[in-house]
C-alpha cells in the first residue's frame, strides 16, 4: 500500500518550519528556519517582525521540506497547520499558506492545536510509543498537564496560572545579561552552582484539590528578581550559577512532583515529557529518577523535537486524518486555541 505523507507548516512564535512525514511517524524532512537571531537584539520575541520573517520564508522551507523528502505537492495526502495557540500574525502565514495549497491541490486541509503537536513528537522519536500515557507539556507560552487516552482523546488536567515555566526561565535568564532565549543559559549556568544556595518559594505544593495539578511561577520569577535587585541595591555580588540553579531546582521540583502525582491519579504507567524546557538537563534528570522509582516509563524528544518544528505538528495532522478530522477554508488563526 502507498504510504501517507503529511505536509505541514508550523508559524506560531519564532521559527518557520515545514515537514514531511511518512505513515505518522517516519520523518522524511523536517526544516525548521529560526528568527532567534533577528530577535535577540530586543530581548524576546517582537510579533510583527515575526509575521514578516514568515511571509519570507515560508514558501522556500516548503519548497526545502519537500526537495529532502524527495516528493511533490501533488503526492502528499494532506496539508496539517499549527492554528493555534500562538501570535496571530505568526500563525496567520502558516493558516493562509496552507490554506491556499490546500485549495490549489484540491487535498485534505487539518488544523493543528500546537500543544497538541509537542506532545506528538514523542511519537516521531519513539516508535513503540502507544497511548494511553500523561504529557507533561512545558513550553515558552505552556506549562500543562494532559491525559492522553487515545491518539485524539486528550483531556487537560491542570496548567499554569500566570507564567509558563519557560516564560519564567527567559525572564529571570533576561536579568542576568544572559541571550534571549535564556533557557538553555540558565541550565548551563546551574551545572555550576548549588541548587540549595537561596530556598526559593514553590506554589501550589500543597493537597488542595483545585490546585492539586496547577502551576504558578510568577511568584518565584518575582522572589527571584526580588533577591538579585535587592544583592544589586546592597552592592554585593550575586553568584550567578547559584542562583541559577536554586530557581531551576524550584521549577523542577514542582514539575517532577506533579507529573508523578498525574501519572499515579489517571493510573497509567507511562509519562511523556514535551515542549522546549524539556531540552532541560536536570528537569530530564530528576523525572527520569522519580519515574523510576514510581515504576513509571518516561519518554522525551530529542532536543531538535523539543522546541518547536512542523514534524511534531505533522504527526498530530496524520492522526486526525485517520478520523477525517479535516477543516475547511474558513480555518483561522485562534491565538488563544484550548485544548
Ligand atoms: O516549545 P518552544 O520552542 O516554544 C513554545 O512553544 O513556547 O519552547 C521555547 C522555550 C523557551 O522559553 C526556552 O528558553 C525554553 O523553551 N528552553 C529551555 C531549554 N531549552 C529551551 N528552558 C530550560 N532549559 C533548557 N535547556
Ligand atoms: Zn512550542
Known sequence: ??????????????????????N????????ISSQVPTHQKFGG???????????????????QALVEAKTTLKDIDAIGVTYGPGLVGALLVGVATAKALAFALDKPLIGVNHL??????????HSELQPPFVALVVSGGHTSLIHLKDYNEL?????????AAGEAFDKIA????????GGPHIDKAAKRGNPAAVAFPRAFTGKEEETRFSFSFSGLKSAVLNYLNSAAQRGETVNIPDVAASFQAAVVDVLVMKAILAADYVGVKQLVLAGGVAANSSLKKELTAAAHKHGLTLFYPPPVLCTDNAAMIACRA??????????????????????
Do not use: W
Not at 533576561?174 to 532565549?181: A, G, I, K, S, W
Open 1 to 22: 500500500m502507498k504510504q501517507k505523507l503529511m505536509l505541514a507548516v508550523e508559524t506560531s512564535c519564532d521559527e518557520t518550519s515545514a515537514a514531511v512525514i511518512a
Open 24 to 31: 505518522g511517524r517516519t520523518i522524511l524532512s523536517n526544516i
Open 45 to 63: 520575541v517582537v510579533p510583527e517582525i515575526a509575521s514578516r520573517k514568515h511571509i519570507e520564508h515560508v514558501i522556500p522551507v516548503i519548497d
Open 116 to 125: 497538541e503537536g509537542h506532545i506528538f513528537a514523542n511519537f516521531l522519536a
Open 155 to 163: 483531556v487537560l488536567l491542570g496548567q499554569t496560572c500566570d507564567d
Open 174 to 181: 533576561r536579568v542576568m545579561n544572559f541571550p534571549y532565549p
Open 318 to 339: 496524520y492522526y486526525q486524518f485517520l478520523v477525517n478530522d479535516f477543516a475547511d477554508l474558513n480555518l483561522n488563526a485562534v491565538p488563544a486555541l484550548k485544548l
